[in-house]
C-alpha cells in the first residue's frame, strides 16, 4: 500500500515540474525580445558634389530604426554608420544613445561629408555608371523588459545600396529589392557581448 503512494506521490511530483518547465518555455519564447530592423529609406548625394572637378561630397540619408517588440523597450549605445566603396571608407557618421520605446519606429536623417581622398574616385564612377556602396553599422543595445534591461547585445550590420549616375538610390534595383525583402534592410549579424 506504501508503495503505491510513494508511486503516487513522485508522478504528481513529476507531472508538476513538467507543467512548470513547460510554462518556462512559453513565457521565455513570448517574452524573448526581437532584434531591431534598421532601413535605409533613402540616400542621396547633392548634385554639387557630383559636377566635374568637385573636391569635396556629401552623403544623405534617412535610415529607419524599427523596435517591433510589443513588451521590450531598446536602450541603444553610441551607433556607427560607415559608408564604403569597394574597401575605401567614404563617410562615417557617430549616432548619439538614445531609447526607443516598444512598437516604435525612429527616422534619422543625416548627412556626412565625403572623404576627399575617395571622393574623385566615387564622382568619376556615378558619372560613368551606377554605384554600390557598402554601408556598416555597428551598435550594442540593451532591452527593458518589465522593467528589467538585459546585458549589452553587439549588432554588426551591414548592406549593399547601389546609386544611379543622378546620385540616388539605383530606380531598378530599388524597386526590385522592394519585392524581395524590406527596403535595404541591413542583414543582422548579432554578437552577444
Known amino acids: 500500500m506504501c508503495e503505491s503512494e510513494n508511486k503516487?506521490?513522485?508522478?504528481?511530483?513529476?507531472?508538476?515540474f513538467s507543467l512548470l518547465g513547460l510554462l518556462a518555455l512559453v513565457l521565455w519564447l513570448s517574452l524573448r525580445p526581437k532584434s531591431p530592423?534598421?532601413?535605409?529609406?533613402?540616400?542621396?548625394?547633392?548634385?554639387?558634389?557630383?559636377?566635374?572637378?568637385a573636391q569635396n561630397g556629401s552623403i544623405v540619408y534617412i535610415l529607419e530604426?524599427?523596435?517591433?517588440?510589443k513588451d521590450s523597450s531598446i536602450f541603444y549605445d553610441t551607433s556607427v554608420l560607415t559608408f564604403y566603396y569597394g574597401q575605401d571608407k567614404v563617410a562615417e557618421k557617430t549616432i548619439p544613445p538614445f531609447h526607443q520605446g516598444r512598437g516604435k519606429t525612429r527616422s534619422e536623417l543625416g548627412d556626412m561629408d565625403a572623404n576627399p581622398q575617395v571622393w574623385r574616385a566615387v564622382r568619376n564612377s556615378i558619372s560613368n555608371a551606377t554605384v554600390e556602396f557598402k554601408v556598416t553599422l555597428l551598435t550594442k543595445i540593451r532591452y527593458k523588459t518589465w522593467g528589467i534591461k538585459?546585458?549589452?547585445?553587439?549588432?554588426?550590420?551591414?548592406?549593399?545600396?547601389?546609386?544611379?549616375k543622378d546620385g540616388k538610390l539605383s530606380v531598378h534595383e530599388f524597386l526590385q529589392c522592394i519585392m524581395l525583402q524590406?527596403?535595404?534592410?541591413?542583414?543582422?549579424?548579432n554578437h552577444n557581448s
Not at 503516487?8 to 508538476?16: D, K, N, T
Not at 524590406?182 to 549579424?189: D, F, S, V
Request: charge should be negative; charged fraction near 15%.
Open 65 to 69: 530604426i524599427e523596435n517591433s517588440n
Open 37 to 53: 530592423s534598421y532601413t535605409i529609406v533613402d540616400i542621396t548625394i547633392p548634385n554639387s558634389g557630383l559636377e566635374n572637378g
Open 8 to 16: 503516487h506521490f513522485y508522478l504528481c511530483v513529476i507531472e508538476i
Open 150 to 164: 538585459s546585458k549589452r547585445h553587439g549588432q554588426d550590420l551591414q548592406g549593399a545600396i547601389p546609386i544611379g
Open 182 to 189: 524590406p527596403i535595404y534592410c541591413l542583414e543582422t549579424i
